[in-house]
């Protein structure tokens, strides 16, 4: 009969919280992702994911995320956190992967120039700007 418990309890969920560092910022124009615009007066998006080069399989299941932003200053902590079921085990993950990431909004803007810290990584951008891309992170993925 133990071993029947054994059994059972070795075959429960595995839920690992995904560490989150990289920060990225746009300005939530999704519609064109060639520029952003950091505008006065809208909030901006921000977006907290895993490391660079840290990949997740995609049958992880996102069981829990929350984000939140402090702000002090013109400098804002990012602290995200995901949490996944590890349901990969048994078969073979497949090829592709994922970096399971949560988003915040920042309230409406002044004109300056903002620091958004998460973890060891950290991001500066300048309200009002454009940037040429899909926004502005801390490292590439």
């Known amino acids: ?8 309890v070795g075959c429960g969920p595995l839920r690992e919280e995904v ?13 064109d992702p060639s520029s952003q615009t950091f505008a006065v007066g809208q909030p901006l998006r921000v977006y907290v994911s895993p490391p660079s080069g840290t990949c997740r399989p995609l049958c992880d299941e996102v069981i829990s995320q929350e984000c939140s932003l402090t702000r002090e200053g013109t400098t804002f902590t990012v602290r995200g956190r ?7 085990r048994g078969r073979t993950p497949p090829p592709a992967c994922s970096a399971p990431g949560v988003f915040c909004e920042t309230p409406p803007l002044e004109a300056g120039r903002y620091t958004f810290t998460s973890g060891t990584e950290s991001v500066t951008i300048e309200v009002p700007s454009t940037v040429s891309n899909n926004g502005v992170c801390s490292s590439t993925f």
Do not use: E, I, K
């Open 82 to 88: 995901v949490v996944v079921d590890v349901d990969c």
């Open 1 to 8: 009969m133990g071993w029947v418990v054994w059994a059972l």
């Open 19 to 31: 560490p989150l560092t990289r920060v990225c910022v746009n300005g939530g124009q999704w519609a």
